[in-house]
């Protein structure tokens, strides 16, 4: 069999190498190497969609497996799988690098082939992530994919992006430390039980940790990827990367990478650890309700339209921890939908606003105006996607945000209050933005003969358009391949807890009525 996991990412990642080869120019050849990145990431998208074609809906195995001995001394393997839940995101990705190289064909004009060969490298990071069920590999590429972010930041990026660049690096790595803390801990523990090291994901489910020792390592896991989320009060490198990333930049970052950190609280620090997620998971949902409402509140004062598409970033990733922590089927299938949502939305929003800096090297809110009798066809795919953010019955944002209020009412209706509230509050910023940006009269002079979409941005723009729609009007397409995993993660999460915390849990009276409460 092919191994199409391991082309998902290697692809990309031999496509950079071959930029490598051709030497930089003047413009003929910069268009060379944006047309065979383009192509290199199309390939690699097909591969992903060769992944769904022969993926089994029913099963909640992983699949197209593939294992190969790495460093056996100590137990690493190349050991790579998808489950309906991997499966969606990896497809995410490879759909949405095409989309954001088509959006800096005009902006970016220096060094094309290493912002090329950086935008490949990352691709094949990130899908490298998504797959991996070694948790050494998976470090690997959880760190590989911050030094291509990191560069696409500091050269491309605008005034402030050494700083922002900076920031996002010094973030993510100090919460990477403690994860790699913990899976060494991890390996350790396999030892002491086994005789031997080991990193394989499933051995290590199996693995019967200590409470005590569970709550030290959910944490480490927990705060890793809380900063990548970004969940509050770890959320404040977010609207700095955002700000200064060229528009591709922020289309993956919005689209994707966030992604990284909801994907690991569900793949690695609920099922691991299911009986400290028992007891953090009410402190994390808390988090996320403050979140939601800080979030959207803040973005609704920002003057600047990116700082405003990145905060509201904050408040809907938290509804996707939300859904997280309900840990039921339906809390998690919305978290899980909500992760594929806000990626092709938010990531059209950085996008369209992208457009319109190109064209007035501003996004102040306050410098546009009346842009629907300017550019009626901008306007109108800018309304779609915004309408998708906000949840409108009928678009991609309103299943998943339906789903995560329906299993955390289920667990506990307390945050859905709080957190329906955010809905309230993201159709106010949003709707308010967009009128003020293109209905009304046109005030300012420049904005009277702006352009409307050209063929390369319809190229960008329609696939985003159309995939809110379809998402919104044929859920089941995307809620049936991930169905069975997310089942099975939740009975193993729920019988865990349940037969371990009613034991003869080691941990102080307090502690163990709280996780009693919670698995009940």
Not at 101 to 124: Q, R, T, Y
Not at 424 to 452: C, H, K
Request: aromatic fraction near 12%; proline fraction near 5%.
């Amino acid at each position: 069999m092919m191994p199409l996991l391991t082309l998902s990412w290697l692809v990309p990642l031999a496509g950079g190498l071959l930029l490598m080869l051709i030497g930089n120019g003047d413009g003929r050849r910069n268009g060379l190497i944006r047309w065979l990145t383009l192509a290199i990431s199309l390939v690699a998208f097909v591969v992903t969609l060769a992944l769904w074609a022969g993926f089994d809906s029913a099963s909640a195995e992983f699949q197209f497996v593939e294992r190969q001995p790495w460093i056996p001394a100590f137990g690493i393997d190349y050991y790579v799988g998808i489950d309906g839940i991997s499966l969606l995101l990896v497809v995410l990705t490879s759909f949405l690098t095409p989309i954001a190289l088509l959006s800096s064909w005009g902006s970016i004009d220096k060094k094309v082939k290493e912002f090329s060969i950086f935008m490949l490298a990352l691709e094949a990071a990130m899908i490298g992530v998504f797959i991996s069920l070694d948790l050494f590999l998976f470090y690997v590429f959880w760190d590989a994919m911050l030094i291509p972010m990191y560069f696409l930041i500091g050269i491309w990026g605008y005034d402030q992006r050494i700083y922002a660049a900076i920031k996002f690096m010094l973030y993510t790595m100090a919460g990477s430390v403690l994860m790699l803390v913990a899976i060494l801990g991890l390996a350790y523990l396999h030892s002491a039980a086994t005789g031997s090291y080991s990193f394989d994901l499933l051995k290590l489910y199996a693995l019967d940790i200590a409470p005590q020792t569970q709550m030290w390592f959910f944490l480490a896991f927990a705060i890793a990827f809380a900063i990548k989320v970004p969940l509050f009060p770890f959320h404040t490198w977010l609207p700095d990367a955002h700000v200064q990333a060229p528009t591709a930049g922020s289309v993956i970052l919005a689209g994707v990478l966030l992604k990284m950190g909801t994907y690991g609280l569900v793949r690695f620090a609920f099922p691991l650890f299911p009986i400290a997620a028992a007891y953090f998971a009410p402190w994390l949902a808390l988090l996320a309700v403050i979140g939601i409402l800080y979030g959207a509140l803040v973005a609704m004062v920002q003057p600047d339209m990116k700082k405003l598409v990145a905060y509201s970033s904050v408040s809907h990733l938290g509804f996707v921890v939300l859904g997280i922590c309900a840990m039921n089927v339906q809390g998690l299938q919305g978290a899980v939908y909500q992760m594929l949502a806000h990626g092709v939305s938010t990531g059209g929003l950085f996008l369209m606003v992208g457009m319109l800096s190109d064209r007035r090297h501003t996004r102040l809110i306050s410098e546009f105006g009346g842009l629907k009798a300017v550019m009626p066809r901008l306007t109108a795919a800018f309304m779609i996607i915004t309408l998708a953010s906000i949840g409108l019955p009928g678009l991609n944002g309103f299943v998943g945000e339906f789903l995560i209020l329906l299993g955390a009412f289920r667990w506990d209706p307390r945050y859905v209050v709080a957190a329906g509230l955010g809905v309230i509050l993201s159709a106010v910023y949003m709707l308010w933005m967009f009128q003020r940006v293109f209905y009304g009269p046109v005030t300012n002079d420049e904005n009277a003969s702006l352009p409307d979409l050209q063929p390369r941005e319809w190229a960008a723009v329609l696939p985003l358009c159309a995939m809110a729609i379809v998402m919104g009007v044929f859920p089941t397409l995307f809620l049936k391949p991930m169905e069975p995993a997310v089942q099975k993660l939740v009975q193993r999460a729920q019988s865990v807890q349940t037969l371990q915390v009613k034991a003869a849990p080691k941990l102080p009276a307090k502690v163990h009525i709280k996780l009693v409460k919670a698995v009940d």
